[in-house]
């Protein structure tokens, strides 16, 4: 019988035995705009998560758990299961 080196191997389902083959979720619950979300990965990008969201508006700024997010950082703030994300959209007007 081979032997595996499973640290080599990075979705262990790929040697379970055919029938036992359990589909894995990864899944995280925010709070957007006080609604609940859940979304089907483990931690999102504020870019990513504008576009599934389909926020383009460019006049906004985004939160997450408090704290300002730099328009920069978009790409690098990672928002994780249980945070609390605002978009709030800036407008003015007269």
């Known amino acids: 019988m081979k032997s595996f080196d ?3 191997f990075t ?16 899944e995280m619950k925010i709070t957007l705009n ?5 979304i089907d990965l483990d931690s999102i990008t504020v870019e990513r998560l504008l576009e599934l969201k389909k926020y383009t508006f ?16 978009y790409g ?13 959209y800036l407008m003015s007007g007269g």
């Not at 790929?14 to 589909?23: A, D, H, S």
């Not at 006080?34 to 859940?38: A, G, K, R």
């Not at 460019?58 to 950082?73: E, F």
């Open 6 to 8: 499973f640290m080599d």
């Open 11 to 26: 979705d262990f389902r790929l040697y379970l035995p055919i029938g036992n083959q359990t589909e894995i979720t990864e």
């Open 34 to 38: 006080n609604e609940p979300l859940t």
């Open 58 to 73: 460019r006049l906004r700024i985004v939160k997450i758990n408090g704290r300002l997010i730099d328009r920069d950082s």
């Open 76 to 88: 690098r703030e990672v928002i994780y299961d249980g945070d609390t994300v605002q978009v709030i």
